[in-house]
């Protein structure tokens, strides 16, 4: 599993490799150059100063400035280059995202809470920003500075660098115990972060907001914030205390490591010939040793809790849609005007349903004729909402198939489908854009003239024309600047606009009153001659005049028949007809 992951984030830097070998190499490079100092401060301390050579002082004082320079520069190649990489690391994993979370089917977002996902995609993958683009490098810079001043150390004097070596263990012994209590509470964090933006997405959107005000819920609702801050502010509270008292006896071993080599110098090796300028430069490096050695310890922390990131990222990766995309999608032939719809002993239960009664429809037989205006009723929960959903293949059968013109729905393309029919939802979506904004995306091509045909259909032409802004209004967030009734027109032309050979009314027209709703379904019978038209209501009124009508009873289709004959028989439909009629 270990291992699975460590493959998986090395594959995400395989494309780039040519920028990562530059980065190497910049980075070597920088290190041989710095490491140079302490042998020319060696130099103007053993030989320029006690020899008064004024000439050689300046010629090895240059040689440090251009060591400087040199590193400086080197230092900006590498960082422009790892920024580079990580932030094409970053670009891609957001894409690969966004772009899975797209495919997968509705059933995984009426488990998952929005705040959630929001998380995964703006939180998790920012969190590993600093590991892809910068940590990358400045391991690299810390290994190959950590080399390179051993080396010199060994070069200056091999037995003062093995006294230096003590600080080895202690260094791996804080290195391991911190990691793992860091990689813990990276999880944790994420959780809680996940939880807190939930809640303030569920909160604060205008649903809640209603429900909140009106239940008088508004202080608890805070108090449940006040709550999930608290959590977060503990776990990062935890997480900036771990390691510290860790690093800080770490600095406080460093620190007193020249004390031990001017010790060692005087005790042990003076008589080898070691000189002062040999010591000066030996600390020197020491110093040089103990920033990357630093810089490594904090680094391998933050890649280890970088590693619960990469867990959360790589997992929504995985999600696999339970409506999948057919591997070679079949045509439909062209047809301007209806199509067949038709239910072949379909059933379907809802997966987060372990009720034994109700949710899904069962084992329901029905055959939508091209052209026709059928309309289904039904108690409320009686599945009729879920057979548009089948329709439209938000969801797949369980048993049985949907056809369209004879093709099985699971044959064609997301694209195809939704070319040839459409769906008016009973809770339609606006987004938070201008009314022309809203219309164009059924149809991002069409024309001023096409946009208020569809509205006149709808029957919202003329309010939209009163507006100060008309076609250009905004309707705020989820449309709420309008009302139920404009919402339902609005989604209505939306649909329109895109012209589907099969169009679906799950309650679209239940919030207008019944001479609009009267209006806009003539309007539609005489301006879309032929399109197949499926009705879901309540409001007898709306389907009063379908061609065929379908009672639904716990997820089955119980009677069939145009108004007449059911009204004349007895049964659901007669029930529903005197329980409608007013008396007076
Ligand atoms: N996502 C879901 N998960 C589990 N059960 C669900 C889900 N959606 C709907 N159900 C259940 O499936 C049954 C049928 O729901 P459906 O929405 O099709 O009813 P409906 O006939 O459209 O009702 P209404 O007239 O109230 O809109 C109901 O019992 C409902 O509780
Ligand atoms: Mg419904």
Redesign the pocket.
Same mark, same amino acid.
């Given at each position: 599993m270990a291992n699975l992951r460590s493959k998986r984030i090395a594959g995400l830097f395989r494309p780039h490799w040519k920028r990562l070998v530059l980065i190497g190499a910049t980075v070597a490079g920088a290190s041989a150059v710095t490491i140079t100092n302490p042998f020319l401060l060696r130099e103007i301390l053993d030989t320029a100063i006690p020899g008064q050579r004024p000439g050689l002082i300046s010629l090895l004082a240059l040689g440090m400035i251009a060591v400087a320079v040199a590193s400086a520069l080197l230092a900006v190649v590498q960082a422009t280059a790892s920024a580079v990489v990580g932030q094409r690391l970053m670009h891609s994993l957001r894409v690969a995202v966004y772009a899975n979370m797209q495919r997968l089917s509705l059933?995984f977002y009426?488990r998952t809470k929005a705040g959630e996902i929001q998380t995964r995609i703006a939180g998790d993958i920012t969190g590993l920003q600093s590991v892809l683009t910068t940590t990358a490098g400045q391991l690299i810079t810390a290994i190959s500075s950590i080399v390179a001043s051993l080396v010199a150390m060994v070069v200056l004097d091999w037995r003062l660098t093995l006294v230096s070596l003590v600080i080895v263990p202690v260094f791996v012994w804080i290195g391991r115990r911190v990691g793992r209590v860091r990689q813990n509470l990276a999880g944790v964090k994420q959780q809680r972060v996940s939880a807190m933006s939930s809640f303030v997405g569920e909160s604060l959107s205008i649903s809640g907001i209603i429900l909140g005000k009106s239940f008088g819920r508004t202080q608890d609702m805070t108090k449940q914030f006040t709550e999930l801050s608290d959590d977060l502010a503990q776990t990062e509270f935890k997480a900036a205390l771990a390691g510290r008292w860790h690093s800080a006896s770490f600095q406080m071993v460093t620190a007193s490591l020249p004390i031990l080599i001017y010790w060692s110098a005087i005790f042990t090796f003076t008589g080898d010939g070691v000189s002062v300028g040999t010591i000066v430069a030996f600390t020197a490096l020491q110093t040089q040793l103990v920033w990357p050695a630093n810089s490594l310890l904090r680094l391998i922390l933050e890649a280890r809790s970088s590693l619960a990131l990469f867990d959360r990222v790589f997992d929504y990766l995985d999600l696999v849609p339970s409506v999948a995309e057919p591997r070679s999608p079949r045509d439909l032939p062209r047809s301007r005007a209806g199509r067949r719809i038709e239910f072949r002993d379909v059933s379907f239960t809802?997966s /987060?349903?372990e009720r034994t009664s109700?949710?899904?429809?069962h084992r329901v037989s029905v055959d939508i004729v091209p052209g026709s205006k059928v309309g289904f009723v039904?108690?409320?929960?009686?599945?009729? /909402?879920?057979?548009a959903?089948l329709m439209t293949r938000l969801y797949d059968p369980s048993e049985g198939q949907v056809l369209l013109d004879g093709v099985d729905v699971r044959e064609l393309s997301r694209e195809t489908l939704a070319d040839a029919v459409g769906i008016v939802t009973?809770d339609p979506y606006l987004l938070h854009a201008s009314i022309a904004e809203n219309l164009r995306f059924a149809r991002p091509d069409a024309t001023q003239e096409q946009l208020e045909w569809a509205c006149q259909m709808a029957q919202i032409h003329e309010f939209i024309t009163e507006l100060p802004d008309g076609y250009d209004s905004v309707v705020g967030e989820r449309g709420y600047q309008l009302s139920g009734g404009e919402r339902q027109r609005l989604s209505i032309a939306r649909l329109l606009l895109k012209d589907p050979s099969v169009i679906i009314f799950?309650?679209a027209t239940s919030a207008l009153d019944t001479l609009t709703e009267t209006r806009l379904l003539a309007a539609l019978e005489a301006g879309l001659p032929g399109r197949t038209m499926v009705i879901?209501a309540?409001r007898l009124a709306a389907i009063r005049r379908a061609d065929v009508i379908h009672v639904?009873s716990q997820?089955q289709v119980v009677e069939s028949g145009d108004h007449g004959q059911l009204a004349g028989q007895v049964g659901e439909y007669a029930g529903l007809l005197a329980a409608s009629a007013i008396r007076p």
């Amino acid at each position: 599993m270990a291992n699975l992951r460590s493959k998986r984030i090395a594959g995400l830097f395989r494309p780039h490799w040519k920028r990562l070998v530059l980065i190497g190499a910049t980075v070597a490079g920088a290190s041989a150059v710095t490491i140079t100092n302490p042998f020319l401060l060696r130099e103007i301390l053993d030989t320029a100063i006690p020899g008064q050579r004024p000439g050689l002082i300046s010629l090895l004082a240059l040689g440090m400035i251009a060591v400087a320079v040199a590193s400086a520069l080197l230092a900006v190649v590498q960082a422009t280059a790892s920024a580079v990489v990580g932030q094409r690391l970053m670009h891609s994993l957001r894409v690969a995202v966004y772009a899975n979370m797209q495919r997968l089917s509705l059933d995984f977002y009426t488990r998952t809470k929005a705040g959630e996902i929001q998380t995964r995609i703006a939180g998790d993958i920012t969190g590993l920003q600093s590991v892809l683009t910068t940590t990358a490098g400045q391991l690299i810079t810390a290994i190959s500075s950590i080399v390179a001043s051993l080396v010199a150390m060994v070069v200056l004097d091999w037995r003062l660098t093995l006294v230096s070596l003590v600080i080895v263990p202690v260094f791996v012994w804080i290195g391991r115990r911190v990691g793992r209590v860091r990689q813990n509470l990276a999880g944790v964090k994420q959780q809680r972060v996940s939880a807190m933006s939930s809640f303030v997405g569920e909160s604060l959107s205008i649903s809640g907001i209603i429900l909140g005000k009106s239940f008088g819920r508004t202080q608890d609702m805070t108090k449940q914030f006040t709550e999930l801050s608290d959590d977060l502010a503990q776990t990062e509270f935890k997480a900036a205390l771990a390691g510290r008292w860790h690093s800080a006896s770490f600095q406080m071993v460093t620190a007193s490591l020249p004390i031990l080599i001017y010790w060692s110098a005087i005790f042990t090796f003076t008589g080898d010939g070691v000189s002062v300028g040999t010591i000066v430069a030996f600390t020197a490096l020491q110093t040089q040793l103990v920033w990357p050695a630093n810089s490594l310890l904090r680094l391998i922390l933050e890649a280890r809790s970088s590693l619960a990131l990469f867990d959360r990222v790589f997992d929504y990766l995985d999600l696999v849609p339970s409506v999948a995309e057919p591997r070679s999608p079949r045509d439909l032939p062209r047809s301007r005007a209806g199509r067949r719809i038709e239910f072949r002993d379909v059933s379907f239960t809802y997966s /987060s349903a372990e009720r034994t009664s109700g949710g899904g429809v069962h084992r329901v037989s029905v055959d939508i004729v091209p052209g026709s205006k059928v309309g289904f009723v039904g108690e409320t929960g009686s599945g009729k /909402s879920t057979l548009a959903m089948l329709m439209t293949r938000l969801y797949d059968p369980s048993e049985g198939q949907v056809l369209l013109d004879g093709v099985d729905v699971r044959e064609l393309s997301r694209e195809t489908l939704a070319d040839a029919v459409g769906i008016v939802t009973q809770d339609p979506y606006l987004l938070h854009a201008s009314i022309a904004e809203n219309l164009r995306f059924a149809r991002p091509d069409a024309t001023q003239e096409q946009l208020e045909w569809a509205c006149q259909m709808a029957q919202i032409h003329e309010f939209i024309t009163e507006l100060p802004d008309g076609y250009d209004s905004v309707v705020g967030e989820r449309g709420y600047q309008l009302s139920g009734g404009e919402r339902q027109r609005l989604s209505i032309a939306r649909l329109l606009l895109k012209d589907p050979s099969v169009i679906i009314f799950d309650e679209a027209t239940s919030a207008l009153d019944t001479l609009t709703e009267t209006r806009l379904l003539a309007a539609l019978e005489a301006g879309l001659p032929g399109r197949t038209m499926v009705i879901i209501a309540h409001r007898l009124a709306a389907i009063r005049r379908a061609d065929v009508i379908h009672v639904m009873s716990q997820g089955q289709v119980v009677e069939s028949g145009d108004h007449g004959q059911l009204a004349g028989q007895v049964g659901e439909y007669a029930g529903l007809l005197a329980a409608s009629a007013i008396r007076p």
